[in-house]
């Protein structure tokens, strides 16, 4: 009997499935709606496709969702992964110490006809790949989901009609983003309208523990996270296109308690409505520990549920709320700035600092959010005009 390796039997299942000539379950025939009568599972479409950086993590996050779906019997799902077989680009010889012309010349041309193979090889993944993107994305079949999870995507993919999705999900679908979906469509401000955020480098990385503060304690969401927590994982910051108006956000990066401390809000799960659907993000899980960890499970789960209307949570953006995390961070770089190298002492200052801020603001609500255009100007300052603007916003403390 043939062996059939178990990535190309899924990719040959997936394309079954979306021909629409086979389909393919994962969880139990009814699920319990806690808030009305069973319903149907829903149908999620899991994408792991990735064109650049691909995340290490991807096939434990695959196995962490189908189970959360199977064993709640809330949804079902369905992967677009990688098709197999992608060639391996091969590297340009570099010229060592001896080699003579003749022998240099023919690593060259040996180099140049492996490099026209793999341009053809390559050529015909790519066309693979569009081919199951394209049938994936017709209407008919995005039709068969309730909604779309992008799992650590990376880079443009082959939607063959970007626009005509977004309107999907507007028109009351569901859209789930983990991890790298901040860092898929870089380039479309349709895309960062509908995830909310676009990467913009990570200078907390995923070896380091960083700090975390739930802002929305109580929230279903965020239920299974500490008021406050230190993790290890890759946060992301995001570029200036961030609309806090739009977003609710349910975590932020605690800056006064991770290093390096930036003079800005970093926020890392949050929702949103797009439309008449639902989004649901979540920066956690670069790191297979923060997947493998029952906590963030539960918290994604949570999200995925509220994302397809299973249960509901408030979803009022919250930006003076945002805005408040944003001062913190100015004050907590303005106090690490101060403190020459001594990380406790900048810990220590910025305590201080945003304890006086928060003092502030309760007493005069809005506070806060007015700062924002000052607090905006520090991003792309120099150093010597930070430490101009750090003291002018220390002195809107008092």
């Known amino acids: 009997m043939l062996s059939v390796r178990r990535d190309v039997l899924r990719s040959i299942l997936f394309l079954l499935a979306v021909a629409g000539l ?3 379950g994962v969880g139990p025939a009814r ?20 064109n650049g950086f691909r995340h290490g993590s991807i096939e434990t996050a695959e196995g962490v969702l189908e189970r959360l779906g199977r064993e709640s019997g809330q949804f079902n799902v369905d992967f677009l992964r990688l098709p ?36 053809v090889a390559d050529a015909a993944w790519n066309k693979t790949l ?39 999900v507007k028109g009351g679908k569901t859209f789930i983003g983990f991890h790298a979906a901040a860092d898929t469509f870089n380039a479309s401000d349709a895309y960062r ?50 609309v806090p108006d739009d977003v609710r956000v349910l975590v932020s990066l605690d800056m006064p308690h991770s290093t390096p401390k930036e003079p800005w809000h970093v926020p890392v799960s949050w929702i949103r409505d797009f439309g008449q659907g639902r989004v649901f993000y979540s920066n956690f899980g670069h790191n297979e520990s923060t997947w493998n960890d029952k906590k963030f499970q539960d918290h994604y789960l949570a999200g995925i549920l509220w994302a397809l209307g299973r249960i509901n949570a408030p979803v009022t953006p ?18 690490a700035a101060g403190a020459g190298g001594d990380a406790a002492k900048a810990t220590a200052e910025a305590e201080k600092l945003c304890a006086k ?42």
Request: hydrophobic share 40%; aromatic share 10%.
């Open 357 to 398: 801020a928060d003092a502030k603001g309760a007493a005069n609500p809005g506070w806060a959010r007015s700062l924002r255009p000052m607090l905006l100007e520090i991003r792309n300052a120099d150093a010597a005009t930070r430490t101009a603007a750090y003291a002018k916003v220390v002195a809107e403390l008092d």
């Open 84 to 119: 197999p077989g992608r060639p391996g680009q091969p590297q340009e010889p570099k010229r060592k110490d001896g080699t003579s012309d003749a022998d240099w010349k023919q690593q060259q041309e040996a180099y140049q006809a492996d490099l026209e193979k793999f341009k």
């Open 193 to 242: 309208d509908l995830v909310g955020g676009v990467f913009a480098g990570h200078p907390w990385n995923a070896g380091d523990e960083h700090g975390f503060v739930v802002n929305d304690p109580g929230h279903p969401i965020v239920n299974s996270l500490p008021a406050s927590f230190r993790w290890k994982d890759e946060i992301y910051q995001y570029d200036t296109r961030f």
């Open 22 to 24: 086979c389909v393919t």
């Open 318 to 335: 919250n930006p003076d709320l945002q805005a408040r995390e944003y001062l913190h961070g100015v004050l907590a770089a303005a106090a």
């Open 31 to 50: 699920a319990v709606d806690a808030d009305g009568p069973a319903k149907q599972p829903a149908r999620l479409l899991v994408v792991t496709v990735t």
């Open 130 to 168: 569009s081919e199951l993107f394209a049938k994936a994305f017709a209407k008919g079949t995005l039709e068969q989901f309730d909604g779309v999870v992008f799992c650590s995507t990376t880079g443009a993919l082959p939607i063959p009609n970007l626009d005509d999705f977004l309107a999907w």
